[in-house]
């Protein structure tokens, strides 16, 4: 990985003083200032709400340019990535820094798929769910539970790292797949080894015992390129999470969880089950996508465009033109049943870009915009769609986690703040506390003050 310039200084003056700031820059011209010295120069921190602004590392794996729509994994071009070459290769990439050769590539491959089963004891915890259970809440905890079943993990021993990370890129798709045959009240499908990676996946996911089942070849081309359009994109949430937990010395199993956890937010990975419900109900309500639009820029309404908007990109999200592409080529051919959505998601799509209010704001479809229609095409039930996207990110966590272990400039990840509470209080005895602060009186009645029955019922639960 090369490194990053000293391009010069950045003066700041603050409270009286001027204090010189060291300027650096990186490989592709993007140029941060390091504050890490501000503190103990000034005694004022940086405030940054949502961190837009804030660079929490040096980073060689992927590359963004959110102004021109360029997304790059270790310096190769998305588009090419996902036309040529397969998950596992993009995988390698990632986490080594270099495009496998043949020989690296057969290993790599056979040490996962050698390592898909699932423990036998942890097949019981899947029979304890409830089939309600969203499946993201059985793989945040499932993956955490490997670290239970491989504590050779939990001290980071250099010697089973890699044994480790092969057993967690094997294992998700397996994990995935019996989390949504429980769901169904449906028997588990074991790996095959003799299946590629995403085939595999394809197969525990659809196929019964009492039936031969046959992977559909275009719906195993279009899960790979879903995958690989997932598989890293710098220090977005989940990512973030995945290096903040693992900065605590957390195992990888555990830092991953973390990560899951993070992703399933609607904000982030949930987006792309909430776009598939954003376009039903528009469909449901007529398919007028002008009134849905007008009712997104009325702020009062809370409604979001799904699968719109980006914190890096005021551009196309790249991911989000070849899925685009692929869609059509996709539901020629399977899931012809998914046309309709995808017809409103373009009109939807060309509504908004001439509209002032997302032209004004920059905001274009992202990758969770069209990824939807293609899982939906290929069988994939919407409550799966975020946990594909984790197992298509998993790489890129696995990558960023290593990065930040190695990293010269270490250390536990620990933001500070302005503290806004109360000044020093005294306490005040039980008894002489009569009268509820104004304050928490208005918590309670926002939040709905439990009556007395209601009390008991819920010490109950
Ligand atoms: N629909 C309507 N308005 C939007 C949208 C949207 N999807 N996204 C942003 N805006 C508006 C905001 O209301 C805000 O308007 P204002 O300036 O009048 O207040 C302005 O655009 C800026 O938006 P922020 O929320 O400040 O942007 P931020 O960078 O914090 O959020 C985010 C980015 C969360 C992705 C946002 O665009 C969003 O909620 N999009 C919809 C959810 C989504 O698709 N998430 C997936 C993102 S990709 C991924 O994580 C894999």
Redesign the pocket.
């Known amino acids: 990985m090369k490194n990053y310039t000293k391009l010069g200084h950045a003066e700041l003056k603050v409270l009286g003083k001027t204090v010189k700031l060291p300027l650096y820059g990186g490989t592709e011209d993007e140029k941060g200032i390091d504050i890490s010295q501000l503190r103990e120069q000034t005694a004022c921190i940086t405030l940054d709400p949502?961190y837009?602004n804030t660079g929490s590392c040096t980073s060689g794996i992927t590359f963004i340019d959110g102004e021109k729509g360029i997304l790059r994994y270790r310096g190769y071009a998305i588009e090419d990535l996902a036309k040529n070459a397969s998950f596992l290769e993009v995988a390698y990439l990632l986490i080594y820094g270099e495009l496998p050769n043949p020989t690296q590539l057969s290993a790599f491959v056979n040490k996962i798929t050698r390592r898909s089963m699932i423990p036998e004891g942890m097949k019981r915890f899947f029979h304890g769910y409830p089939e309600s259970a969203h499946p993201m809440s059985i793989l945040s905890a499932m993956i955490c539970s490997l670290s239970a079943y491989y504590p050779d993990c939990i001290h980071n021993h250099p010697e089973t790292m890699d044994l480790n990370i092969c057993r967690i890129i094997a294992k998700i798709p397996s994990i995935a797949a019996f989390s949504y045959k429980q769901s169904i009240g449906q028997p588990i499908i074991e790996p095959m080894n003799k299946l590629n990676y995403t085939e595999n996946f394809l197969r525990m996911m659809f196929a019964v015992p009492t039936e031969e089942y046959d992977v559909d070849p275009v719906a195993a081309r279009a899960l790979e390129m879903i995958l690989i359009l997932?598989a890293d994109?710098e220090q977005?949430?989940s990512t973030s999470t995945v290096r903040i937990a693992g900065s605590s010395q957390a195992n990888l199993y555990a830092s991953i969880s973390a990560g899951i956890c993070a992703?399933w937010g609607?904000?982030?990975?949930?987006?792309?089950q909430?776009?598939i419900d954003m376009l039903r109900q528009i469909r449901n309500d007529g398919g007028d996508v002008k009134k849905f639009i007008r009712q997104?820029?009325d702020?009062k309404s809370g409604?979001?465009?799904?699968?719109?908007?980006?914190?890096v990109y005021k551009n196309y999200?790249p991911r989000a033109s070849i899925l685009k592409k692929a869609c059509d080529d996709v539901l020629a051919k399977v899931g012809t049943d998914g046309r309709p959505l995808l017809d409103i998601a373009k009109k939807l799509e060309n509504a908004a870009l001439h509209d002032d209010?997302?032209v004004e704001?920059k905001?274009y479809p992202?990758?969770?915009?069209y990824s939807g229609i293609i899982l939906r095409g290929i069988g994939i039930p919407s409550d799966m769609f975020t946990v594909i996207?984790a197992i298509g990110r998993l790489p890129g966590w696995i990558a960023q986690w290593l990065e930040m272990r190695e990293s010269p400039t270490f250390r536990i990840a620990r933001p500070r703040q302005i503290y806004t509470g109360n000044n020093l209080r005294k306490y005040v005895p039980l008894k002489k506390r009569e009268t509820l602060s104004k304050k928490v009186a208005s918590i309670l009645k926002i939040k709905g003050e439990p009556k007395a029955k209601e009390k008991v019922e819920w010490s109950r639960q």
């Open positions: 949502g837009a997932h994109h977005n949430c992703l609607y904000l982030h990975g949930g987006a792309n909430a776009v997104v820029k702020k409604v979001r465009l799904m699968g719109f908007g980006h914190r999200d209010y997302f704001r905001l992202n990758v969770d915009f996207f």
